[in-house]
């Protein structure tokens, strides 16, 4: 079967993250740090602090082109202590978690058991991704637009992914 190629333009994924950013305010659900997960939650994880002017963390987590479950290392634990400890104990203040896309879910929900169990429970984690996939097992707080049918199967190329290449 051939895979078809999405390509998504700096402009929509501008225009993604833009959904994202009205949704959490509608909720009034401002964060107040953003983690970016390595490689492709890090371009939005970017955006997303300097849109709301807080501080950034990156946490290296991916199960992507793996057969066995990736370990938490003690980094990744620092990271997340380093991230908690500018939230108060103000429950109503959150982090937002963001990646580029939520394909099986999988990564998304080993970060957040990874993240429950380090904070003991906080409850004030979102999770967000420019695209989620229908079929997904992990359903995002945020998305900027959910991928359906037969769009489920197509293969996402996000700008910063191929930028150097002529795709003309």
Request: include cysteine; proline fraction near 2%.
């Amino acid at each position: 079967m051939l895979v078809k190629k999405r390509y998504i333009t700096d402009t929509e994924a501008e225009g993604l993250l833009g959904n994202i950013i009205r949704h959490t305010q509608k909720d009034n659900r401002k964060p107040v740090a953003i983690i970016g997960i390595v490689r492709g939650g890090l371009t939005p994880a970017v955006m997303l602090s300097h849109y709301f002017d807080v501080p950034l963390y990156i946490l290296d987590y991916s199960l992507r082109d793996r057969n066995d479950a990736q370990e938490f290392t003690d980094h990744d634990k620092k990271v997340i202590a380093r991230a908690f400890s500018n939230v108060s104990d103000d429950k109503s203040q959150n982090i937002l978690v963001i990646d580029d896309i939520n394909d099986s879910g999988d990564t998304l929900q080993a970060i957040r058991d990874f993240i429950y169990d380090e904070t003991h429970g906080w409850k004030g984690v979102l999770y967000a991704t420019l695209l989620e996939k229908c079929t997904s097992r992990f359903d995002c707080d945020y998305y900027g637009e959910m991928l359906m049918d037969e769009r489920c199967d197509d293969w996402i190329v996000f700008p910063w992914e191929e930028w150097w290449q002529n795709k003309g």
